[in-house]
């Protein structure tokens, strides 16, 4: 399967933004993920949603600002994150892998990335 992010730009703090990752080739694995990566730190989780189910999982320290949503006839997974901040700033990172649920928080777990997008959020 290909991903490809999109969505990504200049936001400013307080705004809001929607990034989508399309699937082609074949559909999305068990769960589709989203991470991000900010300069100089290590890639972390965002939030995953399982495709069939539609159940989601955020990261706790994002959790009321993110919400992701998939579009099967689409095949498409999308980010919502509200209440920018600067620290939001990063290279976002979709991603699909048939992990357990233990462990779709983790990048091991994801066989199949996109690009990545970068969301730069000015002050």
């Known amino acids: 399967v290909q991903l490809q992010a999109s969505g990504g730009g200049l936001v400013q703090a307080g705004g809001s933004l929607e990034l989508s990752c399309a699937a082609s080739g074949r559909t999305f694995d068990r769960y589709v993920g989203w991470f991000r990566q900010a300069p100089g730190k290590e890639r972390e989780f965002v939030g995953a949603?399982?495709?069939?189910?539609?159940?989601?999982y955020y990261a706790d320290s994002l959790k009321g600002r993110v919400n992701i949503s998939r579009d099967k006839a689409r095949s498409t997974v999308t980010l919502q994150l509200n209440s920018l901040k600067p620290e939001d700033t990063a290279v976002y990172y979709c991603?699909?892998?048939?992990?357990?649920?233990?462990?779709?928080?983790?990048?091991?777990?994801?066989?199949?990335w996109g690009q990545g997008t970068l969301v730069t959020v000015s002050s």
């Open positions: 949603v399982n495709w069939n189910s539609g159940h989601t």
């Open positions: 991603a699909t892998g048939n992990a357990i649920l233990s462990s779709m928080h983790m990048t091991r777990a994801y066989t199949s």
